[in-house]
């Protein structure tokens, strides 16, 4: 409804699009550092490395060198570019993980504003007729996400107030973000509910594709800066 208001022209009573982005995901990025502070929980289950912990220190130096000089980089200063990562990865798994993941967090609000921009281009040829532009696409994406992030931002308040009902709760806001998302497609772009259901699940298949794209490159990046 923001984005349909923006682009009638009632624009005064809102903030606009970029600026109310900006403060809520600055809340929700604050409070998913925090939740990041704590302690982690660790289970037989927890993610490994050739092996080795990634949520826990490793003190076998041998072990952590010999795992990580099975990274590589094959491409433009592949050397230069091979040794930090390599340098990444023995810190990353001597200090399980906790470097690489306040340094991945840090990066995370970089990431998204790579993410919204290219996904804004992937969805021009979807709306070919009538022709939706580029800013659309980016208005809708930055509303879209403003309000993810705010239903984040509750549940996490809530389940820090209530912890017994953590569970139930994301499940719930899970299953309202998806429908939020359809419902927030339809009443932007008007398509009937065939078109705008083909839409929605095409569309968030590339999403997830793009948005593993660049977390991927956000996780070398913080290799590479650790």
Avoid at 94 to 111: H, Y
Avoid at 142 to 159: E, R
Avoid at 187 to 211: D, P, Q
């Amino acid at each position: 409804m923001l984005a349909v208001e923006f682009f009638d022209g009632k624009r005064a009573r809102y903030l606009p699009p970029i600026r109310l982005y900006l403060v809520v995901s600055v809340v929700f990025f604050l409070l998913l550092g925090m939740g990041e502070s704590e302690p982690a929980v660790v289970t037989d289950s927890d993610s490994t490395f050739n092996g080795l912990s990634l949520t826990q220190p490793n003190t076998d130096r041998v072990a952590v060198e010999k795992a990580c000089a099975k990274v590589e980089y094959n491409g433009p200063f592949d050397q230069q570019i091979s040794a930090k990562l390599r340098a990444g990865c023995t810190k990353a798994l001597t200090e399980g993980g906790a470097s690489f993941g306040a340094v991945f967090l840090r990066n995370l609000p970089k990431a998204m504003f790579v993410l919204l921009p290219l996904f804004a281009v992937v969805m021009l040829p979807f709306y070919l007729w009538p022709r939706r532009l580029y800013a659309e696409h980016l208005v809708y994406l930055l509303s879209n996400h403003t309000a993810i992030f705010l239903v984040s931002v509750i549940v996490q308040i809530v389940s820090l107030a209530f912890p017994a009902i953590s569970g139930p709760l994301t499940l719930a806001s899970l299953l309202y973000v998806v429908w939020y998302c359809w419902r927030g497609m339809r009443v932007f772009y008007g398509n009937s509910r065939s078109l705008t259901l083909a839409k929605f699940l095409a569309l968030g298949f590339l999403y997830m594709t793009l948005a593993s794209l660049v977390l991927t490159l956000t996780g070398v990046v913080a290799l590479l800066e650790v």
